[in-house]
């Protein structure tokens, strides 16, 4: 007898499992989900790497000098909402502006790119001095400077450092709690996941 043909059984999903799937993948659930991990994050950014105690101030940061992205407001403020919520008596923000620093870096003297403020060094002395804890958040343009002479980069950087010099050796003694995190952002979301859309990039970059 010829053998009959048995058809594979094709596992089909309930209404109530399309349905779901297809509520997990509109904007606003999308949204819903970004919320959620960068809440997670911040936890572990707070309790586990940074460990913030209760009646500590905070200072967030970029680097040694620089000041944070201005793009990363919103998360600035969740963190500085969860950082209140664990008992930080005054979370501070030294803000930055990359395009703007491009600019005095194509555009500017070059004489002129051999000064930096003083005051930035001296807001993270004043809170290096009493042990508050230190977080620099990082979402650099890794494509920012491309292009722009490599020696007013070098006199630039050079006068940061010289800045930043005496508080290298205070953050090395781990006279305070400190810790440097990376947060997603369009630049790097394009470079590590270009063939993704830009509208789920960064989400899918966290």
């Not at 659930?29 to 991990?37: F, K, Q, S």
């Not at 309790?47 to 600035?76: E, K, T, Y």
Request: charged share 25%.
């Amino acid at each position: 007898m010829p053998k009959r043909k048995v058809k594979p059984v094709v596992s089909r999903k309930s209404k109530t499992q399309r349905g779901a799937q297809r509520r997990s993948s509109t904007p606003a659930a999308r949204g819903r989900n970004l919320l959620a991990m960068q809440k997670k994050y911040i936890d572990v950014i707070l309790d586990v790497g940074l460990n913030l105690q209760p009646g500590q101030r905070l200072l967030i940061v970029n680097n040694m000098i620089q000041g944070v992205d201005l793009s990363l407001a919103p998360f600035v403020r969740m963190v500085a909402e969860a950082a209140y919520r664990r008992g930080c008596p005054f979370v501070d923000v030294v803000w930055g502006d990359p395009l703007l620093e491009k600019v005095r870096l194509q555009a500017a003297p070059g004489d002129s790119l051999k000064q930096y403020p003083a005051w930035p060094s001296a807001a993270r002395r004043e809170h290096v001095a009493t042990a508050d804890a230190y977080l620099a958040l990082r979402a650099d343009n890794p494509d920012l400077l491309a292009g722009i002479d490599a020696t007013r980069i070098g006199v630039y950087l050079e006068a940061i450092r010289e800045h930043g010099k005496d508080l290298i050796p205070i953050m090395s003694r781990n006279h305070a709690n400190w810790l440097v995190a990376t947060v997603s952002s369009p630049h790097w979301a394009a470079k590590v996941l270009p063939s993704v859309s830009d509208e789920r990039r960064v989400a899918a970059l966290w």
